[in-house]
């Protein structure tokens, strides 16, 4: 089993900046890959972004590559979703989410495919 924990979400403004981080416990010798997803009120879950935990091959999702950066610490079982640019659209729940066994870049965006998630933490942009 693995425990994600993220944090780092609160309210902020148009045009702010936060750092989100999602810390991993458990057996986590078994992930290969971690992601963060989204879902605002009445949407379904999208994702964000995904990074692989020996390399540290990042993808990103259209809509979000240029403004968010993922990253990890692997020493600290941690990755890290840095958000730039905010706007009001990016008002979601973020979820941090880990998966098992191989990825391809075809696949990490498929939520499916990640057996373990957090409770998720909630980014509110205002105009």
Do not use: H
């Not at 935990?53 to 979703?81: C, E, H, P, Q």
């Amino acid at each position: 089993q693995v425990q994600l924990v993220e944090s780092g979400g609160g309210l902020v403004q148009a045009g702010d900046s936060l750092r989100l981080s999602c810390v991993a416990s458990g057996r986590t010798f078994s992930v290969y890959g971690m992601g963060w997803f989204r879902q605002a009120p009445g949407k379904e879950r999208e994702f964000v972004a995904a990074i692989s935990w020996s390399g540290g091959f990042t993808y990103y999702a259209d809509s979000m590559r240029g403004r968010f950066t993922i990253s990890r610490d692997n020493a600290k079982n941690t990755v890290y979703l840095q958000m730039n640019s905010l706007k009001p659209d990016d008002t979601a729940v973020y979820y941090c989410a880990a998966r098992e066994g191989l990825s391809t870049a075809r696949t990490m965006g498929v939520p499916g495919l990640y057996g373990y998630w957090g409770q998720g933490t909630q980014v509110t942009v205002s105009s």
